[in-house]
């Protein structure tokens, strides 16, 4: 009987270690067949990254004259909007050229006007003295008829065809001087004329010189990367500041080449960045493709044609546009970075689109009234040197500093009035 008791345990826990292994490995193959047919429905149409980062434009803010720094306006992490001032110029000697340019632009004018009036006054001219070959032709055939009778002299005759020559030849005179001063004159008005033309642009050329002084923000962003200092010389093309507009950035999510036959423009993206954790969640779509891998576009590529070469699965950047709203809700930095998933259900259209913006990507209109308003400048020169207009103020008074100085974003200083460019 002892010898039973020992032995009937052990059938029993074989068929214990044999059912477990079967459950085991039944709800293996259930999970497999499970996470298969998840992956066959779902899954597969779905591409992730880690490897994404937040990306902006950064909007480089230089000089177009040289000049010498007298005050900045913003400083790094300061926010601006558009058209306020960054930075100023020195304006003394933008000013006297402009100075210079618009005196030149009257004195034309005015010696422009002086050539239609000549040519008024050598036309009066031409018809004295064709009043004067008639009177010398009538007294010489007067004469001639008298001649045959011996009634006048021969030396009065002779004094008559002279008479006449002198008139013929100054009639031909001022007809010439008429001719080449119409010359300078025909077929335009003072306003058209090539001098005062010319004289114009010297002053447009003057005029956008000094409003260059001021440098505006181009768009609305937080400053960075501020290098420029009070007193500093700068000159056209150095970098002084830059401008992120965090309002416009977007996510390049860096997937490997595998990933990328399924995708297309337009798909749907779900990502979540580090800043916020996952309970952040972002709607997106894809928005376009890289045209090379990020390898090829290196500041040192690869070189593959070499000996030692090991093949490196690729990376082609994705760009991928955020909503607006969710952006303006939970603010992005350039450089962060971010969780991409894309859902890849949709694979229809041309994995590479070719298609063409019918507008611009990016516009400002800051730069667009210093144009008008210097065309505005040179047509009130014309006028008012042109005999039928009141002449205008050409830089705003003290009292108006305070109306004008929204323009550079700055209010009037204690030496005088803030004002960037000139204002009519």
Not at 90 to 99: P, S, T
Request: charged content about 20%; hydrophobic content about 45%; glycine content about 6%.
């Amino acid at each position: 009987m002892p010898n039973d008791t020992q032995v009937l345990p052990r059938p029993s826990l074989e068929t214990k270690r044999k059912r477990w292994l079967v459950i085991l490995i039944a709800a293996s193959a259930v999970i497999a067949i499970a996470y298969g047919a998840y992956w066959a429905i779902a899954l597969r149409y779905w591409q992730s990254t880690d490897d994404a980062y937040v990306s902006g434009n950064v909007v480089q803010i230089t000089p177009q004259i040289s000049g010498t720094v007298i005050a900045i306006g913003a400083d790094d992490t300061q926010f601006v909007k558009a058209g306020e001032l960054l930075v100023r110029l020195d304006q003394a000697d933008a000013k006297v050229a402009l100075d210079e340019a618009e005196a030149q632009l009257a004195k034309t004018v005015r010696e422009v006007r002086s050539l239609f009036a000549t040519s008024a006054q050598l036309q009066a001219s031409v018809a004295m003295r064709q009043s004067d070959l008639d009177r010398a032709s009538a007294d010489l055939a007067r004469r001639e008829r008298l001649a045959s009778s011996g009634a006048i002299s021969g030396e009065e005759m002779q004094h008559a065809r002279d008479a006449f020559d002198s008139a013929k030849a100054g009639l031909l005179e001022a007809q010439q001087q008429l001719t080449a001063n119409r010359v300078r004159v025909d077929r335009t008005t003072v306003e058209d004329h090539p001098d005062v033309q010319n004289a114009s642009a010297r002053v447009r050329d003057a005029y956008l010189t000094y409003a260059r002084t001021a440098l505006p923000a181009p768009v609305a962003g937080f400053v960075a990367k501020r290098a420029v200092q009070l007193g500093q010389r700068v000159s056209p093309g150095m970098p002084l500041m830059a401008i992120v507009p965090l309002d416009q950035v977007w996510v390049d999510a860096n997937f490997k080449e595998p990933q990328l036959a399924a995708m297309r423009v337009g798909q749907p993206v779900t990502l979540t960045a580090d800043l916020y954790g996952s309970k952040i969640k972002y709607r997106g779509k894809v928005a376009g493709f890289g045209a090379g891998t990020g390898s090829a576009f290196a500041l040192l590529p690869a070189q593959n044609a070499t000996g030692n070469w090991i093949k490196v699965v690729q990376r082609v950047p994705v760009r991928i546009a955020l909503d607006e709203r969710e952006l303006a809700a939970h603010p992005l930095q350039i450089g962060l970075s971010m969780q991409v998933e894309v859902d890849t259900h949709d694979r229809s259209g041309d994995r590479l689109p070719q298609v063409a913006r019918s507008v611009p990507a990016y516009a400002t209109d800051v730069f667009g009234s210093v144009d008008a308003l210097a065309d505005e400048r040179v047509r009130t020169i014309i006028v008012a040197n042109d005999g039928g207009a009141t002449h205008v103020a050409k830089y705003p008074a003290p009292q108006d500093a305070a109306a004008l100085s929204h323009l550079a974003g700055f209010t009037p200083a204690r030496d005088g009035p803030a004002v960037p460019r000139p204002t009519l």
